[in-house]
């Protein structure tokens, strides 16, 4: 399943050496011939969980270092954002648990620093969710993308969705690129993309505002945008 993370970027990044990522299965771990890593849980009840043994002997393999944080994905974690993506971009050292079938055994959790979901839903096991994380969190590591800046201006990394952007060519079925984009006025261009990408944080994830110390530049835009005025 793991297969993406060694193509594009990530796998570039890996060929230099930037990043290293390693997979373990717990089921290498096993304590028994038919290499069994879940059970039935105590107390009846519907599904299978993982039991603890097979994680605690894989994760015994990492050896000892204080500073890993070790990531357990779970749907009832703290919802995965763009500021986690960089804080744990600034990690030494991250371990993923991934669980599967109808969850873990409570005691796996005593091995993690962080229980984080990607959302409000449930998936059959934490690989896809891991591997979210872990683009997220790689192409904020500097080296990784091959435009430094690109990063600084995705949607969420100062708070808001991104401006809407355009290539060539100028014009296709009679849709046109905004002429302020064309016109070589770098600080025009500027307050262009910051209206936009204020009126588009406005429009479709208003919440994302409520939390934000806009500059007074910014504050206006919002009044602007929120009267349906030009500004």
């Known amino acids: ?34 290499q ?8 009846g ?5 993982l039991m603890p043994q097979p994680i605690y002997r894989a994760m015994a ?3 000892d270092n204080p500073k890993r944080r070790v990531i357990i994905l779970d749907p009832a974690g703290q919802r995965f954002d763009q500021k986690m993506a960089q804080s744990m971009a600034q990690e030494q050292e991250l371990a993923f648990i991934c669980g599967h079938y109808e969850g873990y055994d409570h005691r796996i959790y005593d091995l993690a620093t962080d229980v984080v979901s990607i959302g409000d839903f449930v998936v059959t096991g934490g690989e896809l969710g891991a591997m979210v994380m872990i683009d997220a969190i790689s192409r904020l590591i500097p080296g990784v993308l091959g435009n430094t800046a690109s990063a600084g201006s995705d949607s969420f990394s100062k708070g808001l969705l991104e401006y809407p952007q355009y290539t060539r060519p100028e014009v296709y079925d009679n849709k046109v690129v905004p002429q302020v ?12 993309r910051l209206y936009q990408s204020l009126k ?15 500059p007074e530049e910014a504050q206006k835009m919002v009044r602007a945008i929120k009267n349906n005025v030009p500004c």
């Open 45 to 49: 009840g519907a599904g299978m969980l």
């Open 1 to 34: 399943m793991f297969t993406p993370l060694n193509t594009s970027l990530l796998g570039k990044a890996q060929e230099k050496a930037i990043l290293e990522i390693n997979l373990i299965n717990f089921r290498d771990f096993a304590i028994n011939k038919h």
């Open 181 to 192: 984009l064309l016109s070589g006025n770098h600080e025009k261009i500027r307050q262009w």
């Open 36 to 43: 069994q890593v879940d059970d039935t849980p105590y107390g």
């Open 61 to 63: 393999t990492l050896g």
């Open 200 to 214: 588009r944080t406005y429009e479709q994830r208003p919440e994302l505002l409520q939390n934000l110390d806009l």
